[in-house]
């Protein structure tokens, strides 16, 4: 035994921590870890921080704490889960909404755009029309007039007098019409069609089998498929035995003979 403690003698330690006396737990000033084994039951011994009463279970703030730190907020958690499943649907029903809507305006327009261009395509075909037949006709009203010069030319030709510098003259102008695209049109022989021939002269004939244009007296002229005048022609028909008939003179009649008594005039 040390000297210092045969001069102090038996030091006695009371570690009891309910007091007998008063029935409160004692405040022992000891801090750090619990040691030793765990308490039947689960429950942690009371620490530092732990106030308990009489006959009631003691609570721990630290163990408290910590367990509240370990658990999970279920209320809020819950209504945020419902909130957000709410909020995505409204956004994706949105979402859909807007998608259908652009899908209409896309098909709108495009048949739009579809409309404007068939326009545009038959308005461009309606003036190249409409050009072109106005050139036909400036033309058409241009060869119209040099009809009477074609035709005096012609009959310079058939009588020999197309000749020398008139006759340079003349085969230019020819040669220029037919360029423009005047072409002249109508033979002998050829079937009359009121369409091309204006029949200026009418007989029969037994050389043909239906009406033919025998003689042509001017020519026609056209330029493409328009008509700038018919040929005039002379035209022959068939014969038969009524049109023959016709055609012969009648016989004079012989002058009856004078009857008895009666005297001829002088």
């Known amino acids: 035994m040390r000297p210092d403690e045969e001069r102090q003698g038996p030091v006695i330690r009371d570690r009891r921590r309910i007091d007998p006396v008063t029935g409160q737990v004692r405040d022992t000033g000891e801090s750090g870890p619990r040691r030793g084994p765990a308490p039947p039951g689960g429950q942690p011994k009371p620490g530092k921080h732990s106030v308990s009463s009489p006959g009631g279970p003691s609570v721990s ?18 209504s945020g889960s419902t909130a957000g499943g709410t909020e995505a649907a409204g956004t994706g029903a949105a979402a859909d909404a807007a998608t259908a809507q652009a899908v209409t305006m ?9 409309r ?3 326009e545009y395509a038959n308005y461009r075909k309606r003036v190249e029309r409409d050009r072109i037949a106005v050139r036909e006709q400036a033309l058409a009203n241009v060869l119209h007039g040099l009809v009477p010069v074609l035709d005096d030319i012609g009959r310079a030709r058939e009588h020999g ?5 008139f006759k340079s003259v ?16 109508g033979e002998s022989g050829d079937p009359f069609d009121p369409t091309l021939h204006e029949a200026l002269m009418h007989s029969y ?15 026609g002229y056209k330029v493409g498929e328009r008509i700038i005048r018919p040929a005039r022609v002379a035209v022959a028909e068939p014969a038969d035995d ?3 008939a016709a055609a012969e003179p009648a016989d004079e009649a012989e002058p009856a003979e004078p009857a008895d008594g009666e005297q001829t005039a002088e």
């Open 61 to 78: 703030h630290g163990g408290d704490a910590g367990a509240a730190r370990d658990e999970p907020a279920a209320a809020p958690g819950d």
């Open 106 to 114: 896309l098909a709108e327009r495009t048949a739009d755009l579809q």
């Open 161 to 165: 007098e197309l000749t020398g510098g």
């Open 242 to 244: 009524t049109a023959e």
């Open 205 to 219: 004939s037994a050389d043909v089998t239906e009406p033919t244009a025998v003689q042509i007296l001017q020519p």
């Open 170 to 185: 003349a085969e230019s102008l020819e040669s220029i019409v037919v360029k423009l695209g005047l072409t002249a049109f």
């Open 116 to 118: 404007l261009q068939a």
